[in-house]
């Protein structure tokens, strides 16, 4: 669809031109002012169609099955056909054609059998082309006088040259991991794809079925009460904790709670624990372990000793009090932040967002910083010196590019156009005029990874002009150590905490 895009575009302009090959293919016959040599009869100009819609639909009808491109063709052919498909997604036009086929599958059965047969045809000539062709009896004559002459002595026959089928497949394989990294930014064959897909939509499924499991149970919290001690088992470990089998309905413990008591836990294991919270809004149950020593009857009594005199209340805290009670309200905003960031399908721009840091790293140790605001839900900004130069939250991730006819490639101004609205085109910021914010989804940023680090790298550049960075009371040196542990990577904080 991006290919298209430009095309179209470049049409439009009169930058480009193609020819329809009588192969069925399409080629570049003109860019700008320079026309291509090759001398082909009756090539005829192609124009992509102004609709750019149609053209993605006739794109995504190229890979259907035969039964479905039947009538996939068929619906093309009506204009309110064409309209209907338009409104629709690709699994939507799916099950349309398939009920479609469905019916029609006795009139089309004569098409398939003949697209059928041209495939065996087709398969057969290609049999018979790599066959060996037997000698004539005037090529063995031939052979015949030129040993006698040269006196070889050799028998003469037809030599074929076997080919190595591993050769063959490990070159199909090199070109399908190149085509996939340009395509999807993963260097993998179409079948380690297929089976990645297939593993990550059965980790989804999961994940849906585990969250109805928990949402069901959850209307039964009201029949526990806070400082009960039950027996449970484990159901689901995750980073931060377990969630445990109550019997009416679940509870959470904490992986520091585990921890405490060095508990080891695997799904199915059995664990006494006690109610310690229970939220009824959010209907959750908060848990910690607990364990029982047997009374040893036949130990004597120890004499109990007076309870030391309670301290004056007071409500104002030690200073040590107060940084401990801010430390550890950090943590939970941080550990809450990235938590929702991979929950929203976020863990891929967030290793993206680490490449950023990296640079920052490297060239930047006294004027970057990482940031967790309070009153922006859920996001963490990267400042390079006197700028916002990338920020990543549940939504999205943001990244500033340099908006120049000069120094930006093709493919970032085509990036640009498309996902920084016009308001924002001419410049968002007053130390960096050039400087826009290009922002994307989690799943717009695939394929557009090398692209974007290449526009940050132009704007890195730009942003060391802009002064010191304001931001670096707030750094966050916990968010960096948790990101690291998250992402099994190694970040080094900035040289000027040291």
């Given at each position: 669809e991006i290919l298209l895009d430009i095309f179209l575009n470049l049409q439009n302009q009169n930058?480009?031109?193609?020819?329809?090959?009588?192969?069925?293919?399409?080629?570049?016959?003109?860019?700008?002012?320079?026309?291509?040599?090759?001398?082909?009869?009756?090539?005829?100009?192609?124009?992509?169609?102004?609709?750019?819609?149609?053209?993605?639909?006739?794109?995504?009808?190229?890979?259907?099955?035969i039964e479905y491109r039947i009538e996939f063709d068929k619906c093309m052919a009506e204009d309110s056909l064409v309209e209907k498909l338009k409104k629709m997604d690709e699994d939507e036009i799916l099950e349309f054609l398939k009920i479609r086929a469905d019916f029609y599958k006795e009139e089309n059965q004569a098409e398939l059998d003949k697209a059928k047969k041209d495939k065996e045809d087709l398969e057969f000539r290609k049999e018979q082309k790599n066959k060996a062709t037997p000698l004539s009896?005037?090529?063995?004559?031939?052979?015949?006088?030129?040993?006698?002459?040269?006196?070889?002595?050799?028998?003469?026959?037809?030599?074929?040259?076997?080919?190595?089928?591993?050769?063959?497949?490990?070159?199909?394989?090199?070109?399908?991991?190149?085509?996939?990294?340009?395509?999807?930014?993963?260097?993998?064959?179409?079948?380690?794809?297929?089976?990645?897909?297939?593993?990550?939509?059965?980790?989804?499924?999961?994940?849906?079925?585990?969250?109805?499991?928990?949402?069901?149970?959850?209307?039964?919290?009201?029949?526990?009460?806070?400082?009960?001690?039950?027996?449970?088992?484990?159901?689901?470990?995750?980073?931060?904790?377990?969630?445990?089998?109550?019997?009416?309905?679940?509870?959470?413990?904490?992986?520091?709670?585990?921890?405490?008591?060095?508990?080891?836990?695997?799904?199915?294991?059995?664990i006494e624990c006690k109610i310690i919270n229970i939220d009824l809004k959010r209907r959750n149950i908060d848990l910690i372990p607990v364990s029982r020593k047997p009374k040893d009857k036949t130990s004597p009594k120890l004499k109990s000793k007076p309870m030391a005199k309670p301290k004056p209340s007071s409500n104002k805290l030690d200073k040590s009090d107060k940084e401990l009670l801010i430390l550890k309200k950090e943590k939970k905003r941080v550990d809450d932040v990235l938590q929702n960031i991979i929950d929203a399908g976020g863990k891929d721009s967030l290793t993206f967002f680490t490449r950023l840091i990296k640079k920052n790293i490297k060239e930047n140790g006294l004027e970057w910083s990482i940031t967790i605001p309070k009153n922006k839900k859920n996001r963490v900004r990267l400042n390079n010196y006197g700028?916002?130069?990338?920020?990543?939250?549940?939504?999205?991730?943001?990244?500033?590019?340099?908006?120049?006819?000069?120094?930006?490639?093709?493919?970032?101004?085509?990036?640009?156009?498309?996902?920084?609205?016009?308001?924002?085109?001419?410049?968002?910021?007053?130390?960096v005029p050039k400087a826009v914010p290009l922002i994307l989804n989690h799943k717009e940023l695939v394929?557009?990874?090398?692209?974007?680090?290449?526009?940050?790298?132009?704007?890195?550049?730009?942003?060391?002009?802009?002064?010191?960075?304001?931001?670096?009371?707030?750094?966050?040196?916990?968010?960096?150590?948790?990101?690291?542990?998250?992402?099994?990577?190694?970040?080094?904080?900035?040289?000027?905490?040291?």
């Open positions: 930058e480009i031109e193609f020819a329809s090959f009588p192969d069925g293919t399409l080629r570049v016959s003109r860019v700008h002012e320079s026309n291509a040599s090759a001398s082909v009869p009756n090539l005829e100009i192609y124009k992509f169609p102004k609709d750019l819609e149609i053209a993605k639909l006739a794109a995504f009808g190229l890979a259907l099955k009896e005037d090529d063995k004559k031939n052979i015949a006088e030129a040993q006698a002459k040269y006196k070889t002595g050799k028998e003469a026959r037809v030599i074929k040259t076997k080919k190595d089928p591993m050769t063959d497949l490990r070159k199909k394989h090199e070109l399908e991991k190149k085509r996939n990294m340009l395509r999807y930014g993963i260097a993998e064959t179409n079948i380690a794809r297929i089976a990645r897909l297939k593993r990550e939509e059965e980790r989804e499924a999961q994940k849906e079925e585990f969250k109805e499991r928990i949402e069901s149970r959850k209307e039964n919290v009201i029949n526990y009460e806070v400082g009960q001690v039950l027996e449970g088992a484990v159901v689901k470990v995750i980073r931060f904790g377990v969630y445990v089998d109550l019997g009416e309905s679940d509870g959470f413990i904490k992986t520091e709670d585990l921890s405490k008591k060095n508990i080891n836990l695997s799904t199915g294991s059995k700028l916002e130069g990338s920020y990543i939250d549940d939504k999205g991730i943001m990244v500033v590019l340099l908006n120049s006819d000069v120094d930006s490639s093709s493919e970032i101004k085509y990036l640009i156009d498309k996902y920084v609205p016009a308001k924002d085109r001419q410049g968002k910021y007053r130390k394929g557009k990874k090398q692209f974007l680090y290449k526009g940050y790298c132009q704007f890195f550049m730009e942003a060391k002009l802009t002064g010191k960075n304001s931001w670096k009371k707030a750094h966050s040196d916990y968010a960096i150590k948790r990101i690291s542990k998250l992402l099994s990577i190694d970040l080094k904080q900035p040289e000027y905490l040291k």
